[in-house]
């Protein structure tokens, strides 16, 4: 596709459980960013991949958090031991060049700790 | 860390009435987005500002890039019902890669 393809759309989960959120970036972007979105604030920066590295996982709340891009294309956000206040909308983002180059965002992940 | 608070939080305006949304942050940035989120939706990206003092436009939408590269403001002249949503700044702390967004101010435009 053209754009950023995440997935699931929605998800919904128990207290414990282990998630992971894909995304698809635009082809030949090598900059891919995850941010998570709380309803009425804006989008919380978790981490920056530049090819396969994490240049930048300052963002990530706690260990329960990782993330990986082996090939340098598709991501997967993994959440451990989910807990209620990990509910949110998971954003993906690419770019073709970091630092100075605009976000192009996916619709996003709705993810629902009960 | 690097804040980025933008004003208002919220603002209901008629359809016609101008609109202005204002960025600050914390630290000096080395370029500021704009990005547009509409209710549901994700953020849309609007225009990147480099230069101290830039100026650009996009038909109503006016962006400026402060002096001290530290704000930044949108303005909207004659709002339309498409204009709603929220308006977010985002600028990368210290030169890096990674984009701080703003609080963000939401737009209603009542008939």
């Known amino acids: 596709g053209a754009g950023v393809s995440q997935t699931p759309s929605n998800k919904v989960t128990e207290k414990g459980k282990y998630v992971e959120l894909r995304c698809d970036p635009i082809?030949?972007?090598?900059?891919l960013y995850w941010y998570r979105q709380s309803l009425g604030q804006g989008p919380e920066f978790l981490i920056y991949?530049?090819?396969?590295?994490?240049?930048?996982d300052s963002g990530l709340p706690n260990d329960r958090f990782f993330a990986v891009r082996p090939e340098g294309s598709v991501s997967t956000l993994k959440i451990q031991r989910t807990e209620r206040g990990d509910s949110a909308v998971y954003l993906c983002?690419?770019?073709?060049?970091?630092?100075?180059?605009?976000?192009?965002f996916g619709e996003g992940s709705r993810l629902t700790v009960l | 860390g690097q804040q980025v608070m933008q004003i208002p939080q919220y603002q209901h305006v008629q359809e016609g009435e101008d609109f202005t949304t204002y960025c600050n942050s914390s630290?000096?940035?080395?370029?500021i987005q704009w990005y547009k989120q509409r209710p549901g939706g994700h953020p849309v990206f609007l225009i990147q500002?480099?230069?101290?003092?830039e100026v650009k436009k996009q038909k109503r939408l006016t962006f400026q890039f402060g002096e001290a590269k530290k704000n930044s403001s949108l303005h909207i002249t004659a709002t339309q019902t498409t204009d709603v949503g929220t308006y977010f700044c985002?600028?990368?702390?210290?030169?890096?890669?990674?984009?701080?967004f703003g609080t963000g101010t939401q737009l209603k435009v009542e008939l």
């Open positions: 983002a690419s770019s073709f060049q970091a630092r100075t180059g605009e976000l192009f």
């Open positions: 082809s030949g972007h090598t900059a």
């Open positions: 991949f530049q090819g396969t590295g994490a240049a930048d």
């Open positions: 630290t000096t940035l080395s370029n």
């Open positions: 500002l480099v230069k101290s003092g």
């Open positions: 985002a600028g990368p702390p210290g030169g890096g890669n990674k984009l701080t």
